[in-house]
């Protein structure tokens, strides 16, 4: 499936194909929510990095998260892509898995399949003030669970 989205003032559009089209993640981390989540969380979907094309590609800007760990801080090596201009968040890609590019749901402007089930993750991250809804088809985690982006798509055959 084609993905295109764009920023709110339109000067940065892109297009990425993906297999796993539906938004059901919902991640709570004070990273996702302080960069992206106004509602206290951000909801991401995995994109082919290799199919990622780029208008408007002079007005982006990287933001590497600070992660601490014990006592030192150190920078995330995942890329949150983000319009400089109107600060919308875009996607995210990591050197860890060089092949995927993680765009931001609320970025896309294509129709999305709307998911039957939610995963809420990384809960522990969650501050009180967050109502994170309880339905009895959604699946909840303290932190990630073990299963994929592309294995929970596969599972529920809805991998294309």
Known sequence: MLLNGSCHCQRVKFSVETHTPYPYMRCYCSICRKTQGGG?????????AD???????????????????????????????FCRKCG????????????????????????LPRPREVQHILLNY??????????????????FPRESIIDWHQKRGLYK
Do not use: C
Request: glycine share 6%; charged share 30%.
């Open 40 to 48: 206290g969380y951000a909801i991401n979907i995995m994109g082919e």
């Open 51 to 81: 199919t990622l094309k780029v208008l408007g590609e002079h007005n982006l800007s990287i933001y590497h998260a600070r992660i601490k760990e014990g006592r030192k801080t150190l920078r995330s090596p995942g890329r949150r892509h």
């Open 88 to 111: 919308s968040s875009l996607w995210v890609w990591d050197p860890r898995w060089p092949q995927w590019v993680y765009p931001f749901a609320s970025a896309i402007d294509t129709p």
């Open 126 to 143: 969650a501050p009180r003030w967050v109502e994170v809804p309880r339905r009895k088809t959604d699946r909840y985690f303290r932190e």
